[in-house]
């Protein structure tokens, strides 16, 4: 039997997008082996889940770099190349990965193969607090729903080829706390056939 594709998954926080994944590849939705989660933050409680599903985990500080004199730019060498060479997977995950990426960090991926997860549509609140903004948003009666998607990752901020999108309500009486509930159970769905849609078109291109 084929050995399954790999997946390397970016995380800095709570991992419930990661959960979500782990689950996935357990239960058989998503035919893939997930073979190391990375970490900026050495806190993150999603190293725990991964921990707990055996699998491998790194964690990476920027703060180190920048304390030895030396630059992101390093650092995201560093990462890359970790991840790379160390566990060459198919696809690479930003599953709630809280760094801005450079074009040098890209470069060691030149299939493209890099995934991320943003909690808006494509082109909206890019960057941090994005449900927060959306939700703000909505108060002020500029936007009458909000979303979320996965999409190829390119050197800006959340943008790049949109692999799977999903419209969500914002209902008038939502607290933020409903709209981010909502949002992440949706995330929890796309994300997951979002890694299978990606890993079956970079299948199909071999
Ligand atoms: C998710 O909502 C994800 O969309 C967001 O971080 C959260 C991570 O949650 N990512 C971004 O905002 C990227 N710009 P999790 O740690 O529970 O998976």
């Given at each position: ?8 998954i970016l995380i800095?926080?709570s991992g419930s997008n990661l959960q979500a994944l782990i ?11 997930i073979?190391?989660v ?6 993150a409680?999603g190293l725990?889940r991964a921990?707990?599903a055996?699998i ?37 995950v930003?599953a709630g ?94 994300i ?15």
């Amino acid at each position: 039997m084929a050995s399954l594709p790999t997946i390397a998954i970016l995380i800095s926080g709570s991992g419930s997008n990661l959960q979500a994944l782990i689950d996935a590849t357990q239960s058989g939705k998503l035919r893939a082996n997930i073979v190391v989660v990375g970490s900026n933050r050495k806190a993150a409680y999603g190293l725990e889940r991964a921990n707990k599903a055996g699998i491998p985990t790194r964690t990476f500080s920027l703060k180190q770099f920048k304390d030895q004199g030396k630059t992101r730019v390093d650092f995201d060498i560093y990462v890359a190349k970790t991840i790379q060479e160390e566990y060459k997977p198919d696809l690479v995950v930003l599953a709630g990965f809280m760094h801005i990426l450079s074009p040098e960090f890209l470069s060691f991926f030149p299939q493209n193969n890099v995934m991320n997860l943003h909690p808006a549509l494509p082109g909206q609140f890019d960057g941090a607090h994005a449900i927060e903004r959306a939700y703000d948003a909505f108060k002020k009666g500029d936007i009458q729903h909000t979303g979320v998607m996965v999409h190829k990752v390119i050197a800006d901020v959340d943008r790049g080829q949109v692999i799977l999108q999903r419209n969500i309500p914002i209902e008038k009486d939502d607290t933020l706390e409903d709209l981010e509930k909502r949002i992440h159970s949706v995330e929890h769905e796309i994300i997951v056939e979002g890694a299978q849609k990606f890993l079956d078109e970079l299948t199909a291109s071999e």
